[in-house]
């Protein structure tokens, strides 16, 4: 049985309306955009529910995340070394 969770790997905020959008199998850019219109609409309280759900529903199992936390140098290639300039290069007489 499927459960309402947050997504652990489509978030903007907190990952509720991607959660909501995972539990129905729909793209969450519209339930986003669904979400937009209500907010600008005025129907009900669509924050304070968003408030809400991103307090009340539990994480999703998967751990993976489109967010890198941590050192984001962490696994970058070494620098190259930096090449002297030659003088004979060094020529700007064309300007």
Known sequence: MKKLTKSATDRQV???LGG??????I???IVRVIFL????????SP???????AILLPEAKNTQTNRSYGNPYENRRPRKEAKPVKKEDDDWSDF
């Open 47 to 53: 924050v304070f529910l968003y408030i809400l759900l």
């Open 27 to 29: 793209d969450s850019t």
């Open 37 to 44: 219109i209500l907010v600008f609409a005025g129907v009900g």
């Open 14 to 16: 907190s990952g509720v």
């Open 20 to 25: 909501i959008a995972e539990y129905f199998g």
